[in-house]
């Protein structure tokens, strides 16, 4: 099942850049034989639109072409929260279900647009707090590394 982060705005070189690089590549390497990845980030430009809502559809637009028949995971302050053996399960239930492709989006400053949330069949969220977005990229492919480490039966210390 291949694996898919797409985000609004781009990483510049740095250490955010470099951890979701060393997490992807950690995938990468392990998750094959558990039929899963590769992990692809893509990203898309920032909306130059006046309003929010003209921001928010252009880059819902955007990303779910980016995304295309993926089964969408939308990333959200208002979503469930739940812990990394349950979504270690839920990843494996979609890839033992048949699921070709798995896009986690993250939308950009003024959250996601409404094609979106009605497309989305899981809204996921790091709390109610607010995170950078480069952070957020990064819990999120730090996150499916530890799902493939735990579906691979690395013993989990929190089990």
Not at 9 to 29: H, Q, S, T
Not at 121 to 145: C, D, N
């Amino acid at each position: 099942m291949r694996l898919m982060i797409c985000a609004v705005g781009r990483l510049k070189a740095g250490p955010e850049r470099d951890l979701v690089a060393r997490y992807a590549e950690r995938l990468n390497a392990s998750a094959r034989s558990l039929a899963l990845g590769p992990l692809d980030i893509v990203e898309i430009d920032e909306s130059r639109a006046r309003r929010a809502e003209d921001r928010k559809a252009e880059e819902a637009d955007k990303l779910l072409a980016a995304a295309a028949s993926a089964v969408i995971v939308a990333l959200d302050e208002n979503g469930a929260s739940p812990g990394s053996e349950a979504f270690a399960a839920r990843m494996a239930g979609w890839r033992d279900g048949g699921t070709a492709s798995l896009a986690f989006l993250i939308g950009g400053a003024d959250g996601h647009g409404d094609a979106i949330r009605s497309r989305a069949t899981l809204t996921l969220s790091f709390g109610k707090m607010t995170w950078p977005h480069q952070i957020v990229r990064i819990l999120r492919a730090e996150q499916l590394y530890r799902a493939t480490t735990i579906i691979a039966g690395h013993p989990y210390h929190r089990a």
